[in-house]
């Protein structure tokens, strides 16, 4: 078998997130799908971060083993022929790029040192037809030095229990912990054309179920004066989802890029 490492971009919007599901369309499902028709067989890929329905992906990473000894000869083994048979296969809604034979070590998920996301928000009257499905409008004016003040005490090793969606553990299973290490946090104002546009970046080893989207809805209530940027440290301490603010929607947020 050769391992194999590929980087994935798609929109999400036609996609009930990446993981693959039986009954419903996912990103994973089509490449999988794809797979089985190039290879031959069916193939499971592995991904850095499972998105949400109708977030997007620019840096998603993907590992997947397939049959061959990789050592140029078999085939089944010319990933340059296989990176355009997904893209012809899959496209234009997932874009497959950089394929390349990795260590049989090496997996998406566990191999990956942190994650990188960004959210995008529209902060105008007006709404942009040409921004919908990637942005969130929110019409009244944001203070972003307010977002970041809260922003800023998100950093760092904390349970975030009231930011994330609890899994629900299997059948004499503990509780999985949602403590998580943000190693950074912060919006950003666009200039001239695009003073208007907001974006959040956050950068993190793992995240948990709705962190992102959790930060975006609860800072974005701070701008708005609805909840204090000092309020931040005591609805850590509360562990409880109803203390945090709103969850924000999908379509802003993309998986950026992914470390190793």
Known sequence: MTNVRATVAYTGGGFHGFAANEGVRTVAGDIEAALAKIIGEHITITCAGRTDKGVHGRGQVISFEIPGSGDGHDQINDLDRIQHSLNRMCGPTIAISGMQRVPEAFNARFSATWRQYRYHVWNSATPDP????????VQPPLDVDRMNAAAAQLVGTHDFSSFCRRPTPAEGEP????VRDVLSAEWFRGAGPEA???????????????MVRSFVGTTVDVGLGRINPDDIPFILAKQD?????????PDGLTLWEVGY
């Not at 040409?130 to 409008?137: L, T, Y």
């Not at 546009?197 to 179920?209: G, I, K, P, Y």
Request: aromatic share 14%; net charge positive; glycine share 6%.
């Open 130 to 137: 040409f921004r919908v499905g990637n942005s969130w409008h």
């Open 241 to 249: 989802r109803q203390a945090a603010g709103r969850v924000a929607p």
């Open 196 to 210: 208007e546009l907001l974006t959040f970046w956050v950068r993190a080893t793992s995240f948990c179920h709705q």
């Open 175 to 178: 509780e999985k912990s949602l």
